[in-house]
Nanobody, 117 residues
Framework: QAQLVESGGGLVQPGGSLRLSCAAS????????MGWYRQPPGKERELVAS???????NYADSVKGRFTVSRDNAKNTVYLQMNSLKPEDTAVYYC???????????WGQGTQVTVSS
């Protein structure tokens, strides 16, 4: 059974929006800092947004003001609202626990986001 499952990706035009979801098992979301990562073609995976168990958030400069990370502890789900999308946002997006315990869950298949006209 997968413990972290991403969904919501797709093909959108520049300036469009998408909302990604990460469904988790147990109390993973409420007890850990959760992060959204992305890996563009031919490049390394990078952290773009995170939300701590206390609710504080952090964003990479490239997405600040356009992306919003949130969580629903009752549903054990993390979200990434993506607005004003640009072609350079094209990547496979993954969610995981931030820090050493991320190794415990590993990387799933992710969800593909493609921004093109």
């Amino acid at each position: 059974q997968a413990q972290l499952v991403e969904s919501g990706g797709g093909l959108v035009q520049p300036g469009g929006s998408l909302r990604l979801s990460c469904a988790a098992s147990g109390s993973i979301v409420s007890t850990n800092t959760m992060g959204w990562y992305r890996q563009p073609p031919g490049k390394e995976r990078e952290l773009v947004a995170s939300i701590a168990r206390g609710g504080s958030t952090n964003y990479a400069d490239s997405v600040k003001g356009r992306f919003t990370v949130s969580r629903d502890n009752a549903k054990n789900t993390v979200y990434l609202q993506m607005n004003s999308l640009k072609p350079e946002d094209t990547a496979v997006y993954y969610c995981n626990v931030v820090g050493p315990f991320g190794v415990r869950y590993g990387w799933g298949q992710g969800t593909q986001v493609t921004v093109s006209s």
